[in-house]
């Protein structure tokens, strides 16, 4: 089968929307190549191996592509994305004056190349995370996240993941009821209950990711401990409880890994969800919007009692008084 390939040279600050804005317009997958050079900054603190080649994206870039089928109207699709694209500036993310490619591929090009590249990764002390295809043997305290992302959704090893996953190791006790906004593969939810939450709500505007983390909830066999909804952010706890939505109102913890201008929306939602004493862990924040977010929180009511940063990605840890 052939398929239509729309490539956008852009920045690593851009990934999540273009992402995003790829895969709302029909893509049946997207891939993600950053900066491969030896200039990198990588966590090699549990002994992680890092396989990928070395390429020329210049530090900060990122070659982002996006699958069509045969027959889609590219024309209109390069125009819409284009559009999209550039009201990012609005927001003051910096898409770094972006190029647009298209051609024609094979699907044996793309569907299944990238694999070779995810390898099992230890993230924490705890967790690691393993592609469903390969085999590891765990160590004695080892929890093992399986993970099928699929081609719409990351390996679960960008910075604001590994942040996240990190923090809920050090937060997680037992017991607690958690709630995972903007899950995509699930990733963030299924370490959550390996670590030994009661339940997890996993939320997701995008119909795929939720399909994809409940997919992935089964695989690791925690269907019973994680409830996948399709959301806007909180929208699905209006009117909801019980059986539902899995999770006992106010929850222990709430997770969210998402843009800065999008947790700028919800702050007070997740406060009103929290019961007293409860953790708030937000990621997906670059460095230089970390202020924005912070005095956001500070604002409805939560201390700032954390941070973790990792490649220009920062991780706050709130607490709700």
Known sequence: MRWHEVTVHTTEEAIEMISNFIHELGAG???IEESGTLNKERDTSLGQ???LPLNDIPEGRAVIKGYFSEGTDMTSIVEQLKRSIAQLSEYDIDTGEPIYE???VDD???ANAWKQYFKPIRVTE???IKPTWETYEAGPEELVLELDPGMAFGTGTHATTALCLKTLEQVIE???DVIDVGTGSGILAIGAAKLGARHVLALDLDPVAVSSAAENSRLNGMEGQITVHLSDLLGVLRGQGGDAIGVRLPVQVVVANILAE???????DVYDVLAPGGTYIVSGIIVSKRAMVEEALTAAGFTVTGSNEDQDWVVLVAKKG
């Open 262 to 268: 999008i947790i700028l929306l919800f702050v007070q």
């Open 126 to 128: 705890r967790l690691t």
């Open 49 to 51: 191996w890092y396989e």
């Open 174 to 176: 037992g017991g607690e």
């Open 29 to 31: 997958g997207v891939s």
């Open 108 to 110: 044996e090009d793309w």
């Open 102 to 104: 298209l051609q024609d």
